[in-house]
């Protein structure tokens, strides 16, 4: 995927909002930390395979400081910013429960598939 579809793909664009939903960047801020950490741990398989059948693996120490850098985001996102964005949905469309049940089991489904990658 190239830098354009990149941006494309995901929001990399900090937001132009109100002090009190700084939250906003700032979770936009971690996803971009952890995407490039993720990059970064696929390059170095990449960049020093010369031979297909030499296998490299990125070092303990960084896929570790990955996963705690994963679980930081995903607790952020799943116990603070989820209920705000959610909240935030409700108060403006009216209708609580239904966006609730439909998104929570989605994003509950997320978390738990990477707490199993970590």
């Known amino acids: 995927m190239g830098t354009s579809d ?13 002090e009190k939903y700084s939250w906003i960047n700032d979770m936009i801020k971690a996803r971009q930390e952890l995407v ?5 741990l ?3 398989s990449l960049s020093r395979s010369s031979n297909q059948k030499d296998v ?3 070092s303990y120490e960084d896929v570790t400081d990955f996963c705690n850098h ?9 116990f603070d910013l989820y209920p705000k964005i959610i909240e935030l949905i409700e108060n403006c469309s009216g209708r609580s429960l239904s966006i609730a049940n ?3 089991p989605k994003i ?3 978390t738990d598939f990477l707490m199993k990658f970590t």
């Open 6 to 18: 990149f941006g494309k793909k995901f929001n990399t664009t900090l937001q132009n909002v109100d």
């Open 42 to 44: 696929l390059n170095v």
């Open 108 to 110: 509950e489904q997320t």
């Open 56 to 58: 490299c693996y990125p």
């Open 36 to 40: 490039i950490m993720y990059i970064k």
């Open 70 to 78: 994963l679980i930081d985001y995903i607790s952020h996102g799943h």
């Open 102 to 104: 439909r998104t929570m």
